[in-house]
């Protein structure tokens, strides 16, 4: 849809696109919405403008599309490639590195690799409670998971 306005100005629209397709995602558009996120973030990794910290947030949300598809091998291989990246970026101890985290361990979970989860689980929940209030979203939903 937006691929004939991408080639013009590369990587202006992605912003828009990675919305788009993570809101038709979530409003049940789940095929269109997957096929957006998955051609924005082919352009986000080709497009030298668009940076990796966008990139990664794409991959990001499309992981997560994924996991919401039980498609647990495909997210928990894109979680891993967004948490190497944004460790690489941001660090280890970063808010985005430990979100990415908190949702490979969700991946994990729920493809019933419970050795691996536990561990990012505990790593995510031990920086969340040093560094969020302790009824902060992101604390409770890792404790609910």
């Known amino acids: 849809m937006l691929s004939k306005f991408q080639d013009k100005d590369q990587g202006s629209l992605l912003p828009l696109q990675h919305f788009l ?16 996120l998955e051609e924005a973030c082919q352009t986000a990794l080709k497009s030298p403008r668009s940076g990796k910290r966008l990139a990664y947030s ?3 949300d499309l992981a997560t599309a994924y996991r919401e598809q039980k498609r647990f091998s495909d997210a928990t291989t894109l979680y891993e490639k967004v948490r190497e990246g ?7 101890e970063h808010r985005y590195t430990i979100e990415t985290t908190a949702a490979l ?21 031990k920086w969340q409670r040093e ?15």
């Open 58 to 60: 794409i991959m990001h």
């Open 105 to 125: 361990a969700l991946s994990y979970h729920s493809a019933g690799q419970s050795d691996k989860a536990g561990p990012c689980f505990q790593k995510a929940l």
């Open 131 to 145: 560094h969020l209030r302790p009824n902060h979203p992101d604390t409770l939903q890792t404790l609910q998971n």
């Open 21 to 36: 397709g993570f809101a038709r995602f979530k409003l049940g558009q789940t095929d269109q919405g997957i096929k957006t």
């Open 86 to 92: 944004r460790k690489s970026i941001h660090g280890p």
